[in-house]
């Protein structure tokens, strides 16, 4: 059984499927590649065992080119086109598809043409000088060609991956300090939500074009490491709350749906609807927002028409894009509580959305361990889950909770912790093993003699050379009391 690949073009490469008798060589190829591929990474290229392989690939590849003058192998975004037509993966294929294609990803390489039929030593050369490519290296093709080149091999030539909108965010991660992106992605964002909710306040058209690129590196960042961004969280911007509020509950729904297992798209919609979850709170007058007592009845009432304002504000936004249903629901739905007892009313029973129920609990976590206008000695990342706890079923999906304190561990990122070695330390890192929950990674909390902060990185699941564990927590202190400021460790 062949299945055609239906995912649509990209750039102005040629669409049209191959014929049966050509995909079937392609597959042959492809797969062939794989197989030389992966014994390069077993044997050193003088070894006899290469033999065999190679004279069988260097047919398959010298009968194609007798045939079509050619061969050239070209990714483009998650496609594989030999001799300019899109490869039909057959399902035995499909393992060889996938490797040749992560494998020249990572290497940069687009593409590689084959301009006449090649001999056995051409090809081993090729092979390995493919493999010992360094990851990630923009200069692999340039690289490449000259390796060929000083090899005698001239028949080869090498292009670069060709970078399509949407991959340049990943493939600069992946050269940048992912810290340092975070960091910039995180105050990045606050900036843009400020503009944003500034905009719509002073009755202009909103531009949310900034918004979603940050999202979209935010997903890239996350799917890297959760940890990174669920750090940046600690920052508890007072005088900002709202804008950093928003930015916060982007990334702990965003470290949910990555569990959940969503795709990038969903993950970039998710990051939105977080990002604007509150924005109907931007037709609420600031004295009301920051009322230091308790709001009167007109005033709550207001408060409470937040997310049906957020709705008709964001279906008014231009840039939005298509506007997938999910986020306007996700943000009518995030006061809603599991049980129907939130707001706004509803005249009709309806179940709360996924997103409703993500943005819930992220909200939630971050509303209670950031300092606000009338509570300002906040919660400690622990008594907010235990509050959470409580409430499940009531306020939470329980099964959604469960993963995300899971997620955030059982000391979460920013916890301040005693140890039994009597030292204080911050959580950095929470430990992914479930069996390891309780054993982050922390920065113990020192100063030096110019009184900054020494910063010095321990993991809890180090031991001694008695196998015995070198540092446990003995219990969570409230960074408040101590007059530690946690943010400060982050930057
Ligand atoms: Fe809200
Ligand atoms: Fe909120």
């Known amino acids: 059984m062949e299945l055609a690949i239906q995912t649509q073009t990209v750039c102005t490469r040629p669409s049209e499927t191959m014929d049966t008798e050509l995909s079937k060589q392609g597959n042959n190829l492809v797969t062939k590649f794989h197989v030389l591929m992966r014994i390069s990474q077993i044997y050193d290229s003088k070894n006899v065992a290469l033999h065999q392989f190679i004279q069988e690939s260097l047919q398959a ?25 899109r490869l039909r993966y057959s399902v035995e294929g499909f393992t ?3 490797y040749l294609m992560t494998q020249w990803k990572k290497r940069l390489i687009g593409e590689v043409l084959f301009k006449e039929p090649i001999d056995e030593r051409s090809l081993r050369e090729f092979i390995y000088i493919l493999m010992s490519l360094e990851e990630g290296r923009e200069e692999n093709a340039v690289l490449f060609t000259e390796r060929l080149m000083e090899s005698h091999i001239f028949s080869i030539e090498v292009n670069p991956l060709e970078v399509i909108e949407g ?5 600069a991660l992946r050269r940048e300090d992912s810290y340092k992106v975070a ?32 999202v979209r590196k935010a997903v890239y960042l996350i799917m890297e490491d959760e940890s990174i961004l669920l750090g940046m969280t600690t920052m508890k911007n007072y005088d900002e709350y709202t804008f950093s509020h928003s930015v916060n509950v982007s990334i702990y729904s965003l470290a949910i749906g990555r569990r959940l297992g969503f795709s990038k798209k969903t993950l970039t919609e998710l990051g939105i609807t977080a990002m604007l979850h509150d924005i109907g ?6 004295e009301i927002l920051n009322k230091p007592a308790k709001l009167n009845e007109n005033e709550w009432n207001l408060m409470k028409n937040h997310p049906l304002a957020g709705v008709e504000i964001i279906l008014n936004l231009k840039q939005l894009g298509e506007i997938n249903p999910k986020m306007v ?15 706004p009313k509803l005249f009709r029973k309806k179940s709360v959305s996924l997103f409703g129920r993500i943005i819930q609990i992220a909200d939630s976590y971050d509303a209670m361990i950031t300092p606000r206008v009338y509570k300002k000695i906040p919660y400690t990342p622990e008594q907010a889950l235990a509050i959470m706890v409580r409430e499940r079923g009531v306020h939470f999906d329980p099964i959604l909770l469960k993963m995300f304190i899971g997620l955030v561990g059982i000391y979460p ?23 390891w929950m309780d054993r982050p990674q922390l920065i113990l909390v020192g100063r030096d003699e110019k009184g900054e902060a020494k910063k010095e990185l321990v993991d809890l699941t180090e031991t001694n050379r008695g196998g015995l564990f070198k ?19 982050f930057l």
């Open 61 to 85: 590849i010298n009968t194609f080119i007798g045939r079509e003058r050619s061969l050239s192998l070209k990714i483009a975004k998650d496609d594989i086109f030999i001799n300019g037509q």
């Open 167 to 171: 991959e340049e965010d990943a493939i």
């Open 471 to 489: 540092r446990s927590v003995i219990k969570t202190l409230d960074p408040n009391k101590y007059h530690i400021n946690i943010a400060k460790y």
């Open 329 to 343: 629901i996700g943000i009518f739905d995030h006061h809603l509580k599991n049980d129907l007892s939130g707001y």
């Open 413 to 435: 990122i920013g916890s301040l912790v005693l140890l039994d070695t009597h030292e204080i330390g911050i959580v950095y890192k929470t430990n992914p093993e479930p069996q």
């Open 96 to 98: 060889s598809f996938k």
């Open 281 to 286: 709170k931007s037709k609420i007058p600031t």
């Open 183 to 214: 960091k910039k992605v995180f105050f990045e964002a606050i900036g843009a939500v400020k503009e944003v909710i500034t905009q719509i306040k002073g009755k202009e058209q909103a531009d949310v074009r900034k918004l979603k690129r940050l």
